[in-house]
């Protein structure tokens, strides 16, 4: 088989879920109703399954310490530059929060495991912990404090402990420095366990492939704002994410090629899908939260399309994950 055929076999699959959702909207296939329950599974089942069979098993490395802390520190970066910009240039209320974070769960996961397998999402979640702590301790609190005009820890805490994927995450991490995760398949009932979680993990890639391709729809209301954002996030993060894989996590980290991949992939994803959430009934400054509303989706289709894009661009190149 030739590289150019096997390439089109890994992205291709891709395309045709993306496409499978597409229509099942068009067609009327499946209601919202029914796509939000879809989406429960895999936010409560089976992503939460993905990370804590992926986190019981990896070998931690010292290099992943540094990861994380530059990692939390770079999102930083991006929201900070995001409130310098939006204040010079009398940019929108929620731009900011569109500069900064990457959707690791519904979009990472879907494209790094459908192009490099389900077993290499692991990569991917070690590159995400950083991130995570970021959006937990950082970016939904200034979402709160900016919805409801003051932050509450205790909110977000609750957040934190009942998310199913957080639960899965440190539970399998957890076991791991523990020294029983890589027991767990052999262990009686747990074995079972393991397997029927295995099962679920399995559903992952192409539910949320099929759920992402419902929710394409741009409105060409406003387009221009969104374009801004994609635009700047996909000039500066593209480049930027390529040399800091090559450059951070191989050379300064001496982290192996699956983890720059990983990073890399990271840095192309959209805005963290749980902006819309946070959005206020109303506007302090008189503008309609409906166009702000429309803005912040728009954005993040529009940055879907354009980091799926991008992937295949990446993935053409690096068909492998390598050593």
Same mark, same amino acid.
């Given at each position: 088989m030739?590289?150019?055929?096997?390439?089109?076999?890994?992205?291709?699959?891709?395309?045709?879920?993306?496409?499978?959702?597409?229509?099942?909207?068009?067609?009327?296939?499946l209601s919202e109703r029914a796509i939000d329950d879809l989406k429960t599974i895999v936010i409560t089942l089976a992503l939460p399954s993905?990370?804590?069979?992926?986190?019981?098993?990896?070998?931690?490395?010292?290099?992943?310490?540094?990861?994380?802390?530059?990692?939390?520190?770079?999102?930083v970066l991006l929201l900070a530059g995001g409130l310098v910009l939006q204040k010079l240039f009398?940019?929108?209320?929620?731009?900011?929060?569109?500069?900064?974070g990457f959707e690791f769960g519904m979009i990472g996961v879907s494209l790094f495991g459908s192009a490099y397998g389900l077993d290499a999402v692991g990569y991917l979640a070690i590159a995400d912990l950083g991130h995570e702590f970021f959006i937990w301790f950082a970016f939904a *609190? $200034?979402? +709160?404090? %900016?919805?409801?005009?003051? !932050?509450?820890m205790g909110k977000v805490l609750k957040m934190f402990v009942t998310t199913p994927v957080i639960i899965g995450m440190c539970a399998g991490i957890a076991l791991n420095l523990l020294g029983v995760g890589k027991e767990l398949p052999d262990?009686?009932?747990m074995g079972a366990v393991w397997s029927a979680m295995k099962?679920?993990?399995?559903?992952?890639?192409?539910?949320?492939?099929?759920?992402?391709?419902?929710?394409?729809?741009?409105?060409?209301k406003g387009l221009g704002d969104v374009l801004l954002v994609v635009g700047l996030r996909t000039v500066v993060l593209v480049p930027l994410g390529w040399f800091l894989a090559q450059w951070f996590v191989g050379g300064i980290l001496g982290l192996a090629a699956p983890y720059q991949a990983a990073f890399?992939?990271?840095?192309?994803?959209?805005?963290?899908?749980?902006? *819309? $959430?946070? +959005?206020? %009934?109303?506007?302090?400054? !008189?503008?309609?939260?409906?166009d702000e509303r429309r803005f912040v989706n728009n954005t993040l289709t529009l940055h879907t399309l354009t980091s799926i894009a991008v992937f295949f661009v990446y993935v053409a190149f690096n068909p492998t994950l390598g050593a």
């Open positions: 030739s590289q150019s055929v096997a390439v089109l076999n890994q992205v291709l699959p891709i395309v045709l879920l993306l496409g499978l959702g597409f229509v099942v909207r068009s067609i009327g296939l993905v990370l804590f069979t992926t986190f019981s098993q990896v070998e931690f490395e010292t290099a992943f310490i540094w990861l994380f802390v530059a990692f939390f520190l770079f999102c009398g940019l929108r209320p929620y731009f900011p929060f569109l500069m900064t *609190p $200034l979402l +709160l404090m %900016k919805r409801d005009g003051a !932050g509450s262990l009686p009932v099962f679920l993990a399995g559903l992952t890639i192409p539910l949320i492939l099929i759920i992402v391709g419902y929710g394409i729809k741009i409105e060409r890399f992939t990271m840095l192309i994803l959209p805005s963290p899908f749980i902006v *819309p $959430l946070f +959005l206020p %009934k109303e506007l302090p400054d !008189g503008r309609s939260i409906e």
